[in-house]
């Protein structure tokens, strides 16, 4: 862009806060964890990493923190490219990586004043960035306990305000919510819904709940196998599936797809025909009406129904049409391998 003066000057206000382009990770033993993720991430905005286990997520944030480097492509963070620049990019960022960073037998107070010493606060301003942040994060009657005391939603809480503790302009969250039960993943959801309402905070986080993605995310990339199959915010993902989400178990699996799959498509308003075993998907124009000729089509077949739902389309369903097979069959497929290497390969 030119300038008055004739000077080209970057567009910084509007400057994306996270580019990556055509990322590839192949690791020994052969294991594609990137085959091409592209993505982009607005300044002030929180966009969602949303995949299985096993497809890419931490990769991708580990390239973008600079913690690890990607075969091919490029990664420009907060303005600054990860590659040559790694020092610059680690100023500008924060890290809550799925395992904490916090030493246990030091206090959540001690915790944040050596994170702020590493960043270079000192004094006052150091006590006042800690008092803030434990204030913030629901944790100042806690400051002086020791951490292997903290729940794990303290503990989680705890992670983020030490990711936080030098002012980021960009913050990782690296599946924030794992691991917490239903309470504390609540209050960790409206602890992030505030952070990223606060000082234009840039926020990528990378989950493989539905559900988390859904509610916080502006805007959404699913990944399966190492790349973005399709991205967007969670309703115009939703909205781009017409209809009704019909689901129909089967008591049995059926062998002999190929024509139960053009007789159920073949059906009026019905859309999208997917069978896997015993498990049919199908989408309807409109689900309640077309359930009865579903169900006949079927038994006309000879396949009996053990259940059918409708349901309005959900992100599982935005991930079933892009990635081709169920989010809980994609995480299925990768843990197995993945248990093996977890205890053979060690630290990831
Ligand atoms: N250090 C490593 N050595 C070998 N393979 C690895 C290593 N780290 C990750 N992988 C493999 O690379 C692929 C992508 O893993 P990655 O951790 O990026 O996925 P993910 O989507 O973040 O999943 P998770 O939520 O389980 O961390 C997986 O098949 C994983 O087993």
């Known amino acids: ?113 050596l994170q702020g010493r590493l960043y270079g606060l000192r004094g006052a301003e150091l006590n006042r960035r800690v008092d803030e942040l434990l204030e913030r994060f629901d944790l100042a009657g806690a400051g002086k306990r020791q951490v292997k005391g903290y729940s794990g939603g303290m503990q989680r809480r705890l992670d983020v305000a030490l990711g936080l503790v030098h002012r980021p302009e960009v913050l990782f969250l690296d599946e924030p919510t794992t691991g917490l039960d239903p309470e504390a993943r609540t209050a960790m959801w409206d602890e992030i819904a505030r952070l990223a309402g606060d000082e234009g905070l840039t926020i990528l986080l990378t989950t493989h709940y539905l559900e988390e993605a859904d509610r916080l995310a502006e805007r959404i990339a699913i990944v399966d196998r190492g790349r973005v199959v399709v991205e967007g915010t969670p309703d115009a993902l939703k909205g781009e599936l017409r209809g009704d989400a019909v689901h129909l178990e089967l008591r049995a699996p059926t062998q002999d797809t190929g024509p139960l799959e053009a007789a159920l498509a073949g059906l009026p308003g019905v859309h999208e025909v997917l069978i896997d075993g015993r498990r049919i998907s199908v989408r309807a124009e409109d689900g309640a009406s077309a359930v009865p000729a579903l169900l006949a089509t079927l038994e006309r077949a000879g396949a009996a129904v053990a259940a059918a739902t409708v349901a309005r389309p959900s992100l599982d369903d935005v991930y079933l049409r892009y990635a081709g097979r169920r989010f809980s069959e994609a995480e299925a497929a990768h843990d197995a391998p993945h248990a093996e290497f977890a205890t053979a390969g060690g630290a990831r």
């Open 1 to 113: 862009m030119q300038s008055s003066q004739g000077s080209t000057l970057p567009a910084r206000p509007t400057a994306p806060a996270v580019q990556a382009h055509e990322l590839t990770k192949t690791y020994p033993g052969d294991v594609t964890a990137l085959s091409g993720m592209s993505l982009t991430v607005e300044a002030g905005t929180v966009f969602g990493l949303l995949g299985p286990n096993g497809a890419g997520k931490s990769t991708t944030v580990k390239i973008l923190t600079t913690l690890a480097r990607p075969d091919s492509g490029t990664a420009v963070v907060a303005g600054h490219d990860a590659l040559s620049h790694p020092d610059r990019v680690r100023r500008a960022i924060g890290v809550v990586s799925q395992k904490s960073g916090a030493d246990p037998m030091a206090t959540g107070r001690e915790n944040l004043q």
